[in-house]
């Protein structure tokens, strides 16, 4: 039988049968055996020969003698089951409770002369059923995951229902078991729990703090004479306490879960079914504990999965806002924003720049917090400001006061900060001040998210950084490859334009280029450069360059363009220029319009918008350039008479595509030409098919360049030869 079924037996109890003979109305005790003593009162009311009222004033009063008055008058027998009865009085008398018969005794001749009295106290046996079903009340709590305090609490008012000498503590044990905090005392007076709350465990330290040490049952019968209680006798004293048994709750594994304590306020020795009512309820209890902490750790758990989550998604977002098309500064903007409200109430970025710190974001619940706070601006070399020592130091520095330099932290409320450095190549550059206003400290969890949000912020901002310069560069060199204003020449009018295709980091592969030949004449050239970026630049620098060099030289525009393959393929030959195709021409105004003598070197046709507003393709073949073979090249001449116009372009024009996949394409080109004003000038035909390509885009977006060059046929001014 296990420990818990023997505790149980033991509970229950024995049986014991209860005799006692009565003789006459006055019901005199003749006889009885040690049984029925014992249950009366022990040897304080041994005697024979005294009426039963005698020995038990307190029967009358509950309808006892009634009872045997009855059965002796009437000598029917009586019956009683479960009867309860108070025994003794005052401060000696006690609840019992007792299955029992009145039987008439008769004399030779049938007459009553007497009552005999059998019974069988139920008293025990009654409490511990009682004591089962609170119990078994108490596992269903605690499988239905009430909490805690509701358990134990409850716990104790049942022991000290079935047994009212008797007052419980339960003490729960801290993680490293060296202290001991209140559980639930329902009846212990509110000061003593407050007091022993937080005790330490230890030998000496009452009997609680001992049986924690000891790591078993420690009985202190008499807390006045004990020395486990010489430093809390005092405060057992106060609260009239005088006896304390205490038994240590363990868990499974042997972890100490706490104490289970029953006290009493007179001295006192356990008997037998004390110590069984303490370990039923010590199992109990650490059952209830058990649970609590499985529960406990299955809630941080989940908290902690939760806090990851969060984590992730909040740092997903931030990575997410700082990855778009920002400027450095609009990149620090959005990490103050970032940073308030989910981090702290009040956020700032300072960034140093020449020996100077300026407030560049900053983010408040109000604009006049806002206000205050851009007002203030960091000092560099201020031994005081904790800007200043992070840019100094690179170190992160958190603080629960407001920063010790002078600024508006009384009007803002502030009551603690964290100040985290932005490093660009290990190099701080930057700083972001986040501040609590609401008393909160930045725990180690918030801080480490506010060093990953500068991590990637100081990152974007970076990036940000070396986009502009790349974007700089590449417009200053792209400027410089690009005609600044296109010439007047007489009876002509020029237009172009010019669309790069994405951020401008990349220089774009297509150009133009209109010149003076030195003989009265002009040369112009548009083409495009196979590739982007640095090669493409010094590709159509050469091109360029050379037309520019030989065109005054060679009257054919086919021996120009003859130059300019040549010194495509005289390049370094591990140099990759790619090759190239252009529309290169001459044109001289005349007394009617302009003539054009131009090659197309595997470029787009050109097309012509006649005085009728017809379009026209310009035929001429001719072959790529740089590929190391030499050009198949055939001029070709035209009049343009007043009000035509050519139109060169690049076939990032014709081959742009819609988001579903739709290309532009040559037939839209000519009908939007076609679509230009009458007798348009030059800019008039720019500007439609650039209106054209936006809607047909539904925006300015390209994929790539975009280059048209117009000349068109104006009234000519007097000619000179």
């Known amino acids: 039988m296990g420990d818990t079924e023997e505790d149980l037996a033991l509970l229950f109890g024995t049986s014991t049968a209860l005799f006692a003979s009565l003789s006459g109305p006055a019901h005199v005790l003749e006889a009885a055996n040690p049984a029925f003593f014992a249950a009366i009162g022990g040897r304080q009311r041994q005697r024979i020969g005294v009426p039963l009222v005698g020995l038990m004033p307190e029967l009358t009063a509950q309808g006892f003698i009634g009872l045997l008055d009855r059965v002796y008058r009437s000598g029917e027998r009586h019956v009683g089951r479960d009867a309860r009865v108070v025994i003794g009085v005052g401060e000696d008398a006690r609840e019992a409770y007792i ?26 046996a009654k409490n511990a059923w009682r004591l089962v079903a609170e119990q078994r009340a108490l596992l269903e709590q605690i499988a239905r995951q009430a909490p805690l305090p509701e358990v134990l609490d409850g716990m104790c008012r049942t022991i000290e229902e079935l047994s009212p000498e008797v007052l419980v503590s339960v003490l729960l044990a801290d993680e490293d078991g060296r202290h001991l905090r209140h559980g639930a005392a329902p009846s212990l007076p509110d000061f003593y729990n407050q007091a022993i709350d937080g005790v330490a465990t230890g030998e000496g330290v009452g009997s609680c703090g001992t049986a924690v040490h000891r790591r ?32 240590p709750i363990l868990a499974g594994d042997g972890r100490l879960l706490g104490t289970f304590a029953m006290y009493h306020r007179t001295p006192r020795a356990p008997q037998e079914t004390d110590l069984a009512v303490a370990r039923v309820f010590t199992d109990t209890a650490a059952l209830a504990i058990e649970r609590h902490l499985a529960e406990q750790a299955r809630q941080a758990a989940d908290a902690r999965e939760k806090a990851a989550r969060d984590d992730l998604s909040f740092l997903l977002t931030v990575s997410n806002a700082l990855a778009g098309r920002l400027g450095e500064e609009q990149t620090l903007h959005r990490l103050a924003a970032l940073s308030s409200p989910a981090l702290a109430p009040l956020a700032a970025v300072d960034v140093a720049e020449a020996g100077h710190v300026h407030r560049v974001a900053t983010v408040a619940p109000t604009e006049e917090a806002r206000g205050l706070l851009a007002s203030h601006t960091p000092t560099r070399d201020a031994e005081d400001d904790a800007v200043a020592r992070v840019l100094a130091s690179g170190l992160t520095e958190v603080a629960r006061r407001p920063p010790a330099g002078s600024g508006p932290w009384h009007e803002l409320g502030v009551t603690g900060y964290v100040c985290v450095p932005l490093v660009d190549r290990a190099r701080p550059f930057g700083a972001l001040t986040l501040m609590s206003t609401d008393g909160h400290c930045f725990d180690d969890h918030r801080v480490a998210l506010a060093e990953e949000l500068a991590r990637r912020g100081a990152s974007a901002a970076h990036s940000a950084r070396q986009y502009a310069r790349r974007a700089a560069l590449a417009r200053d060199l792209q400027t410089g490859l690009l005609l600044s204003d296109l010439p007047d020449i007489p009876g002509a009018q020029l237009a172009a334009s010019y669309h790069p295709a994405g951020e401008g980091l990349d220089i ?6 209109v010149f003076a030949r030195g003989d ?38 086919v021996d120009v ?14 140099q990759d220029s790619g090759f190239v195709t252009l529309v290169y021409g001459h044109l001289a105004p005349v007394a009617d319009g302009l003539t054009v003598h131009l090659v197309r070197a595997g470029h787009m046709l050109p097309l012509l918008l006649d005085a009728d507003h017809v379009v026209q393709t310009v035929e001429a073949s001719g072959s790529l350039l740089g590929i190391g073979m030499p050009p198949r090249l055939t001029a070709r001449r035209l009049r343009l008479r007043p009000a035509e116009s050519l139109l060169l372009y690049t076939d990032g024009i ?12 040559d037939i839209r080109l000519a009908k939007a030409l076609a679509a230009a004003p009458r007798r348009p000038t030059a800019d008039d035909i720019v500007r439609t098919v650039a209106e054209d390509l936006c809607d047909f885009m539904d925006g300015p977006d390209v994929e790539d360049d975009q280059a048209a060059l117009v000349i068109t046929a104006d009234e000519p001014a007097p000619y000179r030869a």
Not at 228 to 237: G, M, S
Not at 508 to 513: A, L, P, R, V
Not at 654 to 665: I, L
Request: proline share 2%.
């Open 654 to 665: 014709t081959e742009c595509q819609t988001a579903d996949g739709e290309q532009y394409g």
């Open 561 to 574: 363009v003859k130059a300019v393959d040549k010194a495509l393929n005289d390049r370094n030959a591990h």
């Open 508 to 513: 774009g592969g297509d150009f133009y280029d």
């Open 99 to 124: 299955d029992f018969t009145y039987e008439a005794r008769r004399d030779a001749g049938g007459n009553v002369i007497g009552v005999r009295v059998l019974g069988v106290e139920t008293t025990q």
């Open 216 to 247: 078993r049952k420690v009985i202190v019968n008499d807390i006045a004479t004990d020395p486990l209680w010489e430093d809390f006798r005092h405060l057992a004293d106060h609260a009239g306490l005088a006896a304390c048994w205490s038994t």
């Open 520 to 557: 009265g004449s002009w040369a112009f050239i548009l083409g495009d450069v196979c590739g982007r970026g640095a090669m493409a630049a010094t590709t159509t620098a050469l091109v360029r360059h050379t037309a520019r060099a030989v065109a005054p030289l060679l009257d054919d525009p």
